[in-house]
Nanobody, 117 residues
Framework: QVQLVESGGGLVQPGGSLRLSCAASGLTFSLYTMTWYRQAPEKERELVAS????????DYADSVKGRFTISRDNAKNTVYLQMNSLKPEDTAVYYC??????????WGQGTQVTVSS
């Protein structure tokens, strides 16, 4: 059974930092592209950052470029999202997704990030 478990969310002040983790089990982690998404209240889910199977390529939403960094540790079956210089508009539930091919996708349950003073 595939499981993706996000952690590291919480309440942080504007300008602060958080590191999210997504631990995967039940799959061959290195075969999957990993992606972080977020969904704010009353908004559609949006892609935040993605990383290829061995970390050779990353991609970011324009809104987080220069502030967020995605990385992965295939030995630990974990993908990370380092978030710096957080803004109130970063407030959302953050989800990780593992994907392989066109139709094979697994999602985590999400972790809440709230940026507020």
């Amino acid at each position: 059974q595939v499981q993706l478990v996000e952690s590291g969310g919480g309440l942080v002040q504007p300008g602060g930092s958080l590191r999210l983790s997504c631990a995967a089990s039940g799959l061959t982690f290195s075969l999957y592209t990993m992606t972080w998404y977020r969904q704010a209240p009353e908004k559609e889910r949006e892609l935040v950052a993605s990383i290829t199977r061995f970390g050779g390529s990353t991609d970011y939403a324009d809104s987080v470029k220069g502030r967020f960094t995605i990385s992965r540790d295939n030995a630990k079956n974990t993908v990370y999202l380092q978030m710096n210089s957080l803004k109130p508009e970063d407030t959302a539930v953050y989800y990780c997704k593992a994907s392989a091919g066109m139709n094979l996708n697994y999602w985590g349950q999400g972790t809440q990030v709230t940026v507020s003073s």
